[in-house]
Nanobody, 119 residues
Framework: QVQLQESGPGLVKPSQTLSLTCTVV??????????WSWIRRLPGKGLEWIGN???????YYSPSLKSRTTISRDAAKNQFTLQLSSVTPENTAVYYC???????????WGQGTQVTVSS
């Protein structure tokens, strides 16, 4: 059974870069044909898809966040990471790493990690 676990700082200062890592256990991030995504829940709002990395290594980003987002991976460690630059308090959210299958279903979620942007 695949499990995902987010890790990273819970507090980031404005204008800095938010960095989170997702460690995958029980499956590999290069397994066909999965995407490995980052999704966030903003306070009082719904879920927002940030972007993903394909098993091939190709990346895809939300147009609204693309200019500030980088998703990468370390296959040897079976991890993928999110970097969101120039954050503001509006980026305060619970961040999830998620596996998406070939049918477009988000079938496995990490528990989520709260990130607060504040000075």
């Amino acid at each position: 059974q695949v499990q995902l676990q987010e890790s990273g700082p819970g507090l980031v200062k404005p204008s800095q870069t938010l960095s989170l890592t997702c460690t995958v256990v029980g499956g590999h991030i290069t397994t066909k044909y999965y995407y490995w995504s980052w999704i966030r829940r903003l306070p009082g709002k719904g879920l927002e898809w940030i972007g993903n990395i394909h098993y091939t290594g190709s990346t895809y980003y939300s147009p609204s966040l693309k200019s500030r987002t980088t998703i990468s991976r370390d296959a040897a460690k079976n991890q993928f990471t999110l970097q969101l630059s120039s954050v503001t308090p509006e980026n305060t959210a619970v961040y999830y790493c998620v596996r998406e299958n070939s049918e477009g279903d988000f079938d496995t979620w990490g528990q989520g990690t709260q990130v607060t942007v504040s000075s």
